[in-house]
């Protein structure tokens, strides 16, 4: 047994909810209700703007690659504590107006942090834990996302954009306190952490259901883009909504980002894995085509609602779709292989749905491409069989 393993579970499940608010909630999610206020304090162009939130999603591509890498070297303990604290420098450099380039490259830094919080964080406090509480533990741990999307909902419309500078400060003290919180938890080397174990040998080849799921995931990681990067931008400036709506449609999501981990994993418990990823990624695709049928308060309640809460649910219904095909021995370097190709895939989307919006300044066009995609993903989720380690991965 781990010589952590009877550590109290509440204070370790906190940790992993700080280091998840952080690097996704904050470091990640917060620029969506920042984006228009950038607009509106001519900190950026439209365009700029998009392109500073594109160079987040650059960056998590680069910290998927580099995390399993830097842990080996480092230890992962310290690759946590220095994410954490370059996601608070980023904050802090944010808050001083030195042009586009500055603030491509912060929000770039903030994006490999992330990427190697969401890796690594969680495992690394898990393996503390005996197996009966790890799962109440992750639960709490993944809902920090979703309060992450919640305070940035309200800090940004409190401070709008004649005060954009004191926005960027109170997130970074936010962040500033999760830090302080959380960094006693990181101060423990494991011997031989789940984090730190050499990925298996042999070439890796998804096959069958394995493949679909992985061409599914990937496709996920376009059709939630339009929400998680333009959303409040197309409330208030392609509604004409105030930003103090903007802000609380904001919060809506983070609500459900918060809640959708586990009751998806409860319904996945009922139905299974396979048809909770289908369900999910159709109830997702309608679910961001939804303002393209209606703009009135309640459909876009829903879609804030929905699509927060299927963005982390999908995570975990999708690890646990993993470990039924491959078992839990194949696990770690086949979730691996699909975190990657979604990290490329929402890196790719992001930049190139930037780039439509600064030419055309249409948000129709990014819902459709967004809820096709989703779609398209539930289509391709289907095939395969409903349980049992498939052909899997040929090494």
Not at 48 to 59: K, T, V
Not at 178 to 188: E, H, M, N, P, Q
Not at 191 to 207: C, I, N, V
Not at 256 to 284: N, W, Y
């Amino acid at each position: 047994m781990n010589k952590h393993a009877s550590s109290p579970w509440r204070p370790v499940a906190v940790a992993g909810l700080c280091a998840l608010l952080i690097g996704i909630g904050l470091g990640r999610f917060s620029y969506v209700a920042l984006l228009p206020l950038m607009i509106d304090a001519h900190w950026a162009a439209p365009g700029g703007a998009a392109q500073i939130a594109a160079a987040n999603l650059i960056g998590y591509l680069l910290g998927a690659l580099v995390a399993h890498r830097l842990a080996l070297m480092l230890g992962t303990a310290r690759v946590v504590r220095v994410a954490m604290v370059a996601i608070l420098l980023s904050f802090i450099a944010c808050a001083f107006n030195f042009g586009l380039a500055w603030f491509w490259g912060w929000r770039f830094v903030a994006g490999i942090s992330g990427a190697l919080l969401m890796i690594l964080a969680a495992p690394y406090l898990l393996s503390q834990l005996p197996v009966a509480q790890r799962g109440k533990a992750a639960g709490i741990m993944f809902s920090g996302v979703g309060w992450g999307i919640v305070l940035s909902g309200f800090a940004a419309p409190v401070f709008g954009a004649e005060h954009l500078a004191l926005a960027w400060s109170a997130l970074a003290a936010m962040i500033g306190l999760c830090v302080a919180v959380s960094w006693k938890r990181y101060d423990k080397p494991l011997a031989a952490a789940p984090a730190h174990a050499p990925a298996a040998q042999g070439k890796m080849l998804p096959r069958g259901a394995l493949l679909a799921l992985l061409v599914a995931y990937a496709l996920d990681a376009i059709g939630y883009l339009p929400h998680t990067v333009f959303w409040v931008e197309y409330l208030v400036h392609g509604l004409g909504k105030p930003v103090s709506a903007g802000g609380a449609f904001w919060v809506v999501f983070g609500v459900g980002a918060a809640l959708g981990p586990p009751v998806c994993g409860l319904i996945a418990d009922r139905i299974g894995f396979r048809a909770t990823v289908i369900g999910c990624l159709a109830l997702k695709g309608a679910s961001v085509a939804l303002p393209l049928l209606s703009t009135s308060t309640l459909a876009l309640f829903a879609s804030s609602l929905l699509v927060g809460a299927l963005t982390p649910g999908m995570g975990a219904v999708v690890s646990g779709r993993v470990i039924e095909l491959e078992g839990v021995g194949g696990h770690q370097r086949n979730w691996a292989l699909l975190t990657f190709f979604y990290s490329l895939l929402q890196a790719i989307g992001g930049h190139a749905m930037a780039t439509l919006y600064a030419s055309t300044h249409s948000f129709t066009s990014l819902f459709a491409i967004g809820a096709s995609a989703l779609g398209l993903a539930a289509v391709v989720a289907s095939l395969g069989p409903k349980h049992g380690k498939t052909a899997g991965l040929a090494t």
